[in-house]
T-cell receptor, first 115, second 113 residues
């Protein structure tokens, strides 16, 4: 069975600085997808960025980028130029390429942003 | 484009009772998934519906059941509520085959006393 581990329960960063959130996963599959979701106090899960495992190039979305290390089964999220609105829970998630649309989530990292 | 709407937003039930949670999918989406998020945890997959049939299930007992309607809205039913069922229940809709195209609702906070 696949698992997702986020070892940082809480992280903090100063506004305009850069922060990296860690995620590791375990799977025996070679084809899968990885995601980072943001959950603000409104509780709605918002997709931040996604990565297809077959792609070697790391995904980037504006201030958000990932460091995908397939052999190490590591998928970290880097937030550059942090903003107060980035404060939220961040969840790493895994999806098999051949399963249903089921997402497997980690336990989350609470990110605080200080002015 | 409408998002995913869940109702009610909050609910308090007594142990042993039954509860029905509702979800209206985003327009154009044909698949709906339900997740349970206990306090301080990540969401756990309950089940998914596609074309009105269950299309995958997580490690949840049969007292968790669901329905998907022709308009792609959905219900989550939980019978014989237990204290551990207290959680945030999230609904997510998607169009089958589109990677990452999940739209989540804001959830229903269920408290079982």
């Amino acid at each position: 069975a696949q698992t997702v581990t986020q070892s940082q329960p809480e992280m903090s960063v100063q506004e305009a600085e850069t922060v990296t959130l860690s995620c590791t996963y375990d799977t025996s599959e070679s084809d899968y997808y990885l995601f980072w979701y943001k959950q603000p106090p409104s509780r709605q899960m918002i997709l931040v960025i996604r990565q297809e495992a077959y792609k070697q190039q790391n995904a980037t979305e504006n201030r958000f980028s990932v460091n995908f290390q397939k052999a190490a089964k590591s998928f970290s999220l880097k937030i550059s130029d942090s903003q107060l609105g980035d404060a939220a829970m961040y969840f790493c998630a895994y999806r098999s390429a051949r399963d249903t649309d089921k997402l497997i989530f980690g336990t989350g990292t609470r990110l605080q942003v200080f002015p | 484009e409408t998002g995913v709407t869940q109702s009610p937003t909050h609910l308090i039930k007594t142990r042993g009772q039954q509860v029905t949670l509702r979800c209206s999918s985003q327009s154009g989406h044909n698949t709906v998934s339900w997740y349970q998020q206990a306090l301080g945890q990540g969401p756990q997959f309950i089940f998914q519906y596609y074309r009105e049939e269950e299309n995958g299930r997580g490690n949840f007992p049969p007292r968790f059941s669901g329905l998907q309607f022709p308009n792609y809205s959905s219900e989550l039913n939980v019978n014989a509520l237990e204290l551990d069922d207290s959680a945030l229940y999230l609904c997510a809709s998607s169009f089958t085959g589109t990677l990452g195209g999940y739209t989540f609702g804001s959830g229903t906070r269920l408290t079982v006393v």
